[in-house]
């Protein structure tokens, strides 16, 4: 219901401007109005990727990923190896990345969308993988260094039944790797890190 929402008001939105972007592609037969032009302005600025874009070309590219991960606190951790390609999608305003790789001995393949959002002044995350209905959407913005992204979100938690918080840090380092490190919520109000990568760019 959500996305049919989406949908209709996006149609409205582009009824309303397609007359001012057939106008500007046009030569200027008349002056635009003050109202036409505050809406034009409107719509450049949040429709149009900027400065905040940049930080998603960080992701770009095709990255060897090592992985550990907890299934409780004070488990030795489990490690296995993937792979992520990441790559700019609608002219800079998302990335996309695509990872391959094996969880408790299975293939484990997800897809991400990362970018940010002018409307909400911050990044957003969102996740889908092959060993799960849920998505898993995560938001949240960079640290003044402008390297580390955090972000937090809820997400499902099949032994409950219910939802748990979640905590997404990403961290890219000078070597030119990055590390992903993953916390979720416990009931007594601590935080649990259950997953951790470090990606390093594949050789050519």
């Known amino acids: 219901m959500k996305s049919v929402r989406f949908l209709l008001a996006a149609v409205m939105v582009i009824g309303l401007l397609a007359p001012l972007w057939a106008l500007q592609q046009k030569a200027p037969a008349k002056e635009m109005s003050a109202q036409e032009k505050q809406m ?4 450049q600025k949040y429709t149009m990727p900027g400065k905040h874009h940049e930080f998603l070309k960080k992701y770009v590219g095709n990255w060897d ?6 299934a409780k606190p004070g488990d030795e951790p489990m490690m296995s190896k993937g792979t992520i390609k990441a790559q700019l999608i609608f002219e800079g305003r998302f990335v996309r990345s ?8 299975m293939k484990f ?7 940010y959002d002018l409307f909400q002044n911050k ?7 092959n060993m799960t209905t849920a998505f898993m959407t995560t938001s949240g913005t960079l640290d003044a260094s402008g390297m580390v992204l955090t972000e937090t979100g809820m997400s499902a938690n099949p032994m409950t039944g219910g939802m748990q918080k979640t905590k997404e840090v990403t961290t890219f380092m000078p070597d030119g790797k990055y590390k992903f490190e993953m916390y979720m919520g416990m009931p007594d109000g601590t935080e ?13």
Request: overall charge negative.
């Open 40 to 43: 034009m302005e409107m719509m």
């Open 65 to 70: 990923v090592e992985v550990k991960s907890w």
């Open 109 to 115: 393949v997800g897809m991400e969308i990362i970018g």
């Open 192 to 204: 649990f890190k259950n997953m951790e990568f470090v990606a390093g760019k594949k050789m050519m």
């Open 98 to 105: 695509h990872f391959e790789g094996d969880m408790m001995n």
């Open 123 to 129: 990044y957003v995350s969102f996740w889908i993988d």
